[in-house]
């Protein structure tokens, strides 16, 4: 019998420990679509968490959203930590972009 190969997450897409995983209550998809409503205020004002079950098996998690990890100063950071462009590139892109047709003017600027 061939063995079956389990993927771990990487730590940095865990947004909780472990021990908040038991805490989801599960769903099936029938009723998730039924009470959609319900389970957002449920989320949004209790801060449940659910797991959607399709044919007993997960399928997907509804939870508060997690905060945004990714700010401005991150950005900058990324964009200084990437190669510089390279002359000929720039030349072949000012070059093609020349022979673009113009865009017709927006009706909704007055």
């Known amino acids: 019998m061939p063995e079956k190969k389990t993927e771990k997450r990487p730590e940095k897409l865990v947004r909780e ?3 908040e995983y038991r805490t989801a209550q599960k769903v099936s998809a029938t009723e998730a679509s ?3 409503s319900e389970l957002l205020n449920r989320i949004c004002y209790r801060g449940e968490h659910f797991v ?9 998690e509804l939870r ?3 905060a945004p990890t990714f700010c401005g100063a991150d950005l900058v950071m ?3 930590s990437l190669p510089q462009v390279d002359e000929g590139y ?3 892109v000012e070059e093609a972009s ?3 047709p113009l865009l017709p003017e ?3 600027v007055p």
């Open 98 to 100: 020349k022979y673009q």
């Open 52 to 60: 959607v079950m399709r044919g007993g098996r997960p399928i997907c």
């Open 17 to 19: 420990p472990p021990s």
């Open 106 to 108: 927006s009706p909704w």
């Open 64 to 66: 508060p959203a997690a």
């Open 90 to 92: 720039l030349s072949a």
């Open 78 to 80: 990324l964009l200084r």
């Open 34 to 36: 039924r009470n959609f």
